[in-house]
């Protein structure tokens, strides 16, 4: 069954530093999304990207964060300075775009730790 | 601004009884509600939907109850079983267009006790 990848499982980064998060989307689907989840709180919407341009953004996403769709399979999140706050859970999803198949897949997450 | 509810954090059941998860949500936009259950260090997975079109869909031991006057949703699961023992998000979106983001509420943990 195909399936959302995401690497790596977890990383571990100093303040300030540069992160980029990697995904492999489903292969025919059209439109692709970042979530974050810090610990002990509810999944949050970041971005959403869509023939190779953001759809929407959330107010989490602020100029630290860029999303890119390199090679046509890849899809990533890059946080430019990391901070304390960046620690968390980060999942990529995507979805088909079929008309009434609004569900998301999700990947299994990239954990994120900010040291 | 919580426009995904969900109130309760826990539940635990029995074994073979039926749970009920419950959801509420603010924004009458909304057009879809979607459940997901969530296992620890693993990515959501997609269980079961509603439009708002319909008030019920069933799948298996798993259906969705939709009150849209009430802006509510439950999800029961009946037979429980252990392996249903994880964290459920309700999760609701606007259209299943361009934009379909989906807004998530906090989860609740689903503890069925063998």
């Known amino acids: 069954e195909p399936e959302v990848t995401q690497t790596p499982s977890h990383q571990v980064t100093q303040m300030g530093q540069e992160v980029i998060l990697r995904c492999v989307p489903i292969?025919?689907?059209?439109?692709f999304y970042w979530y974050r989840q810090i610990l002990g709180q509810k999944v949050e919407f970041l971005v959403s990207?869509?023939?190779?341009?953001?759809?929407?953004k959330s107010e989490i996403f602020d100029d630290q964060f860029s999303v890119e769709r390199p090679d046509g399979s890849n899809f990533t999140l890059k946080i430019r300075s990391t901070k304390l706050e960046d620690s968390a859970m980060y999942f990529c999803?995507?979805?088909?775009?079929?008309?009434?198949?609004?569900?998301?897949?999700f990947g299994e997450g990239s954990r994120l730790t900010v040291l | 601004d919580q426009q995904v509810k969900q109130n309760s954090p826990s539940l635990s059941v029995q074994e073979g009884r039926i749970s009920i998860l419950n959801c509420d949500y603010t924004?009458?936009?909304?057009?879809?509600f979607l459940w997901y259950k969530k296992y620890p260090a693993e990515g959501p997975t997609f269980l079961i939907s509603?439009?708002?079109?319909?008030d019920k869909n069933e799948d298996g031991r798993f259906t969705v109850f939709l009150n849209k006057s009430a802006k509510h949703l439950s999800l029961h699961i009946v037979p429980s079983q252990p392996g249903d023992s994880a964290v459920y998000f309700c999760?609701?979106?606007?259209?299943?267009?361009?934009?379909?983001?989906?807004?998530f509420g906090k989860g609740i943990t689903l503890s069925v006790r063998p």
């Open positions: 999803a995507s979805r088909t775009g079929l008309a009434g198949t609004g569900e998301l897949f």
């Open positions: 292969s025919n689907h059209l439109y």
């Open positions: 990207f869509y023939n190779n341009e953001i759809s929407e």
């Open positions: 924004n009458s936009m909304f057009d879809y």
């Open positions: 509603i439009s708002s079109i319909k």
């Open positions: 999760a609701a979106s606007k259209e299943t267009g361009a934009n379909s983001k989906l807004t």
